[in-house]
């Protein structure tokens, strides 16, 4: 059974950068099928629904939220298995939990959560 940890998050100024991680461990896949799995990261504010973020799709092209595109990177490691989210430009508004999420078929496993919080 595949598990997800998440890392990086942590207090920033807004304009600041930080750096997200997501190691996935308990199966280990080969680089060539983790490049297709469906692997992305969502968030959840205070209040507010979770939402994705930014995403590998199937075909291994990405999707970001519109909210995020131009400041949010998401970039994977297939030999390492992990999934990082390069965060820049931070608002305020990003102030939420990130979770790291894999898609297998119609099964959803999700990490834990690492907490972002942009403030001055």
């Known amino acids: 059974q595949v598990q997800l940890v998440e890392s990086g998050g942590g207090l920033v100024q807004p304009g600041g950068s930080l750096r997200l991680s997501c190691a996935a461990s308990?199966?280990?896949?080969?680089?060539?099928?983790?490049?297709?799995?469906?692997m992305g990261w969502y968030r959840q504010g205070p209040g507010k629904q979770r939402e994705l973020v930014a995403t590998f799709n199937v075909d291994g092209s990405t999707a970001y939220a519109d909210s995020v595109t131009g400041r949010f990177t998401i970039s994977r490691d297939n030999a390492k298995n992990t999934v990082d989210l390069q965060m820049s430009s931070l608002k305020p508004e990003d102030t939420a939990v990130y979770y790291c999420n894999l898609k297998l078929g119609a099964h959803d496993t999700w990490g834990q959560g690492t907490q972002v919080t942009v403030s001055s």
């Open positions: 308990g199966r280990r896949f080969s680089g060539t099928i983790f490049s297709i799995l469906v």
